[in-house]
């Protein structure tokens, strides 16, 4: 397959202004090929059904095309002729192997995306060129969060010239979190009947006052405002052993396996949140049982739990469950006080546990009050049933 010009020894790409690449010779570029079969010939090149091609093309998440439409390359005809033959010699069903597709388009999809915003916002950074013009600056619309037409082209170059440069990091990435999984899959492999799922701590970390700031900040001073928080809640989470399962805006979701590791992340996070001067404070709400772990998500009461306590803590306040209260009674370096029972929508009484560290026993948060809030705010869209 043929690939992009390097990096190094690529056309240099002004990165603002002055360079409008056509975006087919940016597609050019990343593909390697021209597109120049359609589905039919791509599915007879491959010995494969016209059928079987079509499901291939949408568990990759592409629309529907039609069969003599020429938007196939020789890139795409060599991908459906590998998953092909690993379904003829019968190392996936077809049914696992659309999975995989799945969760490799799923996930790229993402990853792309995140990569075009932050190229388009590191050269929206940049002051504008020194050259005469009929574009506008180069920069981000603040009225919609959107790079101009300017800077979407110069983003676009220069991820075509660094395309191949980047290719090498993302195999190493997945190969370094594929042999995690596989330990950490290895590692729980102790079924207990009729308790399906894995045993894990897991926590809510969520930003306090989000939606006074969502009215207050710009797009582009909200969008710096997440990507903060999403980035040194990930190292926090990451240097405990934990995992980040997923981020939906002001809130993270996170995991870690025993109730130390947890605790000292929860604790960690709401001090790193109120030392810094960008970001509000977070409140976080963790519960220790058994979840079901699917597709990167977890789901089960145990998550629910943690939501609901997440949605009663003061800010700068850790709250845990009874489960994780009695597995850190022992362990130094922390100390806990029983609240009021609460009774929590969806999940009933629980009796939540303000979580210090032990040289901060008796000292209270910047509200001044440790108990739970009483205003009605259980979170109600973030159920993993």
Known sequence: MPSAGRHRSGVPVKLAGGFSPAA????????????????????????????????????LGFPKVEDEDPVFTEADLFALQSVAALVRDGVFDEATALGMTRAFARTTDRLAVWQVQLMAEAIGELPPPQV???????????????????????????????????????????????????????????????????????GFADLVSFTRLVRRLSERELARMVQRFEALASDVVTAHGGRVIKTVGDEVLFVAIGAAPAAAIALDLVEAMAEDDVLPDV??????????????????????????LTAVARPRTVLVDDS??????????????????????????????????????????????????????????????
């Open 132 to 202: 005469e013009t009929d574009e506008v600056d180069a920069g981000l619309d603040l009225t919609r969060g959107m790079p101009d037409p300017a800077t979407a082209r110069a983003a676009a170059a220069k991820l075509a010239e660094i395309a191949d440069d980047l290719e090498p990091l993302l195999i190493y990435a997945w190969r370094r979190h594929l042999s995690a999984a596989i330990s950490r899959m290895i590692t729980d492999a102790e079924p207990i009947e009729d308790q399906p799922g894995v045993v894990r701590a897991v």
């Open 24 to 59: 087919d010779d940016v597609e050019a570029r990343l593909l390697g090929q021209p597109r120049s079969m359609g589905s039919r010939e791509v599915s007879a090149k491959a010995s494969v059904s016209i059928l079987s091609a079509r499901k291939f093309w949408h568990a």
């Open 324 to 385: 994780l209260a009695a597995s850190l009674a022992s362990t130094s370096g922390f100390e806990m006080s029983a609240l009021r029972s609460r009774n929590l929508r969806g999940i009933g009484p629980v009796t939540p546990w303000v979580l210090r560290r032990a040289d901060q026993a008796g000292r209270r948060g910047r509200m001044g009050d440790d108990q739970p809030r009483d205003d009605g705010d259980d979170r109600g869209d973030l159920d993993h049933e």
């Open 283 to 308: 409140r976080v709400g963790m519960a220790g049982g058994r979840v079901i772990s699917r597709l990167g998500d977890v789901f089960g009461t145990t998550v629910n739990r943690a939501s609901r």
